[in-house]
């Protein structure tokens, strides 16, 4: 499992430089049972086409890498303090 949380972090590092060079950028928050928790930051917290590069983009990233992976989920400020 640490290794697997490893690797996410790695994928999502080697993404970052392209999310930041857009205005946003993404921090990985935690990786239990086989979902991966992210936040989206800056311009990609709400740019119209997050959906898209978090399923097409992050997602399959990581699932290339990692596949007992299920699912990305963004988690919003809004969703921490509940």
Do not use: H, W
């Not at 590092?13 to 989206?40: C, H, W």
């Amino acid at each position: 499992m640490k290794e697997n949380e490893e690797k996410i972090i790695d994928i999502i590092n080697r993404l970052r430089p392209f999310l930041i060079s857009d205005g946003g950028n993404i921090e990985f928050v935690k990786y239990e049972n086989n979902i991966v928790y992210i936040k989206m930051m800056g311009a990609c917290s709400n740019c119209q086409m997050l959906d898209l590069t978090l399923k097409d983009g992050i997602e399959a990233a990581i699932k290339e890498e990692v596949p007992e992976v299920k699912e990305l989920v963004n988690i919003k400020d809004d969703m921490l303090a509940a």
